[in-house]
């Protein structure tokens, strides 16, 4: 071989001397293991481990007696979970559930349950008659001194009794002998909305009242809930914030989000996960169109379809760009008449650049222009058009007049992006609708986490190391642990809501783990009385502020600080003196205003003169036992703050005060 060839040259020629079928091959393995690692597939782990599939990890209290008397009698919890070989990916098994999930076909019965607020929501019932072995159908209805167990079901996001989880479900319950009711969220399952209100991710009213209805219709059957995605959150922050008050024998969860901050972090970190967000806002936006007409009037329509917000809406918390610099715009000159496009058809041509150039050039414009184009009228409306230079420009360049704005007169271009993230949809539609001040505030608040310490009812929670959608970082693993009533089962595979086992993929594996959990919970001493007792804490509103850490409260002209109004069980136990003062103090109260109750009913002609003073009195006596109560140290801290800040005026007054002592009083005084 000559040194002087070019050894670029030798490796073309060698390149070019491989078939282009190896080329192909090469090309094709490349995208096969792009893909596996992308996709996530773990077929391969499955081949190493010989099909045996991976253990269910379980997650409970040392002293847990649902553990010790249910879930460890259930087999299913407790052996292996292998993936359908085929379906060994969970973005494969969860795309193949939402459109080959290969439902059982049957068919409801439809009931119309009608909530306080004016609101509609449809009830599916599938009764255990309807589903029997043989094929033959029976029309029985449910008694109400029926004992067979309802199995009460709240589908996902945009989920209804229709989709094929839910079915799944529903059959194989049904089949077992059970009664299944699938809760449908409002304005879905073919209902329209007859109200105001719309379901979120933490909306738990319908769930009360319909859970009530139940359970006051049917009095001994006992009822067992089910919740899978937003439904599981909805469920589990419904148990946590009613606690013992609830008519629920057990429940599941089945791949709950828990927080929904982490989720929204986690949902558009990646590519992939990027896609199930634009999956979901896409179902949503659909919602959404659904009930146009009260979206419309509730929240920021365009920014639901568009992602923009019109500066003319109330209900719009975005601005446009602001115009950017002044010199942009080239000046008005007086003797070019070309520069000024004129046309007696469309007068708006001459308007609309002079009000260019007096929003878009420096405040201090300068007369000759005023009295060369005859807009003296101008003057006196200068302010209102610099305050709303903004939508006046927009109105007159891109809505009314022809004339064409360049580009340059704003920092950003005008025109409306797609919303393509569920945190859009939320932003305008969910916020508005639901009165919550941000994005954030409404995950905080809708998110279930915070309230699996207050969980009463024997509960299975079932979630997926892999979900595409609902992270393991939000698991609240210690809370769940903590608590004795909360068992949580975790697979390494399964997907969202998929779990898909066998050679063909026609079953779900939590399906089976659901029903054997709650057929043992159902004839163990374990099962969940409701137990009457009073709110001692409300029910946490939807409309809220943003801020629920202690603040300072005035009240009366006095300052007192002031602690959260929700206040949880582990503050109560920290400070067990402070609760008791309370009681005690809450006991006077009633104490004297019963001894009080004669004095209301004198007239006030008879009344006493220390009653005036009495009630003058009566915010500062209340706020100073408020204080003492709360903090004994607050009185001296107050006391401090107020002495620190009123010295320098003290002083200055002794000061002041001494100089007209020492002018007023003799000198022989003065000395000693």
Sequence with gaps: MDCSDNPYKLLFKAASMIPISHYALGLLLFVIVFLYNFLEFHFLEDLRTGFRGSPVSLTYNSCSEIYEGVASKCRILHGRYLATPWLSSPHIQTTFLNFFGKPPIFSYRRQLFHASDGGTIALDWLLNNDVPEDGTHMNN??????????????????????????KHLAFNTAKKGWNVVVINHRGLGGVSTTSDCFYNAGWTEDTRDILDYLHGEYVKAPLFAVGTSIGANILVKYLGEDGENVPVAGAVAICSPWDLL???????????????????????????????????????????????????????????????????????????????????????????????????????????????????????????????????????????????????????????????????????????????????TYYRRCSSSSFVGNVSVPLLCISALDDPVCTREAIPWDECRANKNIVLATTQHGGHLAFFEGVTGSSIWWVRAVFEFLSILHSSPFMHRQKKTENQCQHSSLESSIDQAPYVHVTDGMVAPMGNELMTNDVVEDFPEVQNSRDKVTEEV?????????????????????????????????????????????????????????????????????????TVLPAKIQKP
């Design 141 to 166: 209805s449910i008694s109400k001194d029926d004992t067979t167990p309802i199995m009460v079901v709240i589908p996902g996001l945009t989920s209804d009794s229709a989709s094929a989880y839910i």
């Design 262 to 440: 982490i989720g929204d972090r986690f949902i558009s970190r990646r590519l992939v996960q990027k896609l199930y967000d634009r999956a979901l806002t896409i179902g949503l936006q659909g919602y959404a169109q659904l009930h146009q007409s009260r979206y419309s009037r509730l929240a920021n329509w365009e920014g639901i379809r568009k992602g923009r917000v019109d500066p003319d809406r109330s209900t719009g918390a975005e601005r446009r760009p602001e115009p950017i610099e002044p010199l942009a715009v080239p000046p008005l000159q007086r003797k070019s008449r070309g520069a000024i496009p004129r046309n007696r058809n469309q007068p708006c041509f001459y308007t609309t650049h002079i009000v260019l150039q007096f929003l878009v050039l420096p405040h201090h414009l300068p007369h000759r222009l005023f009295r060369n184009h005859h807009c003296h009228f101008l003057l006196s409306v200068r302010r209102l058009l610099v305050v709303n230079r903004q939508s006046i420009l927009e109105h007159l360049v891109l809505r009314r007049c022809p004339f064409r704005a360049p580009a340059l007169f704003f920092k950003q271009p005008i025109r409306a992006r797609k919303s393509r993230s569920i945190r859009d949809y939320d932003k305008y539609a969910t916020c508005l609708v639901g009165k919550f001040e941000t994005v954030d």
């Design 590 to 662: 009633a104490l004297d205003s019963k001894e009080c109750e004669p004095m209301t009913q004198v007239k006030p002609d008879h009344l006493p003169e220390d009653v005036n003073s009495f009630d003058i009195t009566n915010p500062i006596r209340r706020c100073l036992n408020q204080l003492s109560r709360q903090n004994k140290t607050s009185m001296w801290l107050l006391g401090y703050i107020a002495i620190i800040s009123t010295w320098p005026l003290v002083g200055a007054a002794l000061h002041f005060f001494k100089k007209k002592i020492r």
